[in-house]
Structure formats: structure tokens, C-alpha cells
């Protein structure tokens, strides 16, 4: 469970950078659109209803279900980077040659992630809350294909970045 957190400590600790980064880059362009979100749970003691939505593109998902947060985390950078001889990508476990490259106009363009601490104004929220309410334990520890929302959402890309925020669920497992 501590590795967990660090290792959430530092996804979020990179993802804030491009954040902080992206305010100061120029939008290239924004819209609307209709994807699939994986459900996690980041099993936060202090915040025991939050949930993890996870946007993963294309190229990887394949290589992500079934795998915890932080391993389609480490695919995705693995894919991207140029530098797979970092001991992130050496402790996959995974033959690295096979890791996919993602195609320039790739949506989104690494793995992103919003966290939900607390209920949500956004339409059909309730449905997603009760639907992981009412799972057993253990179920949205990796990522799965029944474990996922159709959701309407915005996507901002930078020139460094790209962004998204969740508008509307659209429907919940099982879809």
C-alpha cells in the first residue's frame, strides 16, 4: 500500500508539471467528444469514496487491462520516451521492443487521469457512484473492460500537453 502512494505521489507530482506548464503554452485547439474511462480506485485512507477516472490511449490499452494504475502508467511513459534504458521501463517485464509508438494525432496523448474526492454536479454521477458503491472490494484495482464509463468529455491540447475535463457519464457498466 505505501508504494501505492508514492507511486501516486509521483504520477500526480508529473502530471501537476504539465498542468503548470501547459497554462503558459498555447492551446492548439479544444473539443468535445465521446471515450471510454476507466473506474479505479486509488484506495485513499483519508478519502475512502474517491475514484479515479483513467483516459488511456489507444495504442496501450491493450497492453494496460488487467494491470494496476501505475504499470499503464509506466507502459505509456515507456512507449513515449526515448530513453527506455531508465529503470521504469527495464521493470516492466515486458519485451520493450513491442511497445507501441503513438501516432501524432493520438487522443489523448499519454495516459490521464482525473480524481473524484467528493460528489460531482456532473450529469449521470450518481449512476457512476452507485454503480462503485456497489461493487466488492477489489474490483477496481486494475484496469478492465467492465470496469469503465462512456463519458462526454472536453479535451484541451497544448503544445505541450493535453488536458481533459469530464462533462457528463454517459453510461456505466456494463456497456
Known sequence: MQRWHRLLGFAAL????????????EVQSTAELEDFLYILDPHFKQQPNAIDLM????PVESLCLGKPFEKCAS???CSRTTNQHISICQNLGMD????????????PKRVLSIMFYQESLIKGWAAL???FEGQPPGTFDRV??????????KLTRSTDDD???????LAVSPI
Open 163 to 169: 488536458q481533459f475535463e469530464l462533462l457528463e457519464v
Open 55 to 58: 483516459w488511456i490511449p489507444k
Open 14 to 25: 508529473f502530471a501537476v508539471v504539465p498542468i503548470a506548464n501547459a497554462q503558459s503554452s
Open 144 to 153: 478492465s473492460k467492465s470496469q469503465r464509463i462512456r463519458a462526454r468529455i
Open 129 to 131: 457512484r452507485t454503480y
Open 96 to 107: 520493450l521492443s513491442k511497445l507501441p509508438k503513438y501516432p501524432s494525432d493520438v487522443r
Open 75 to 77: 507502459i505509456d511513459y
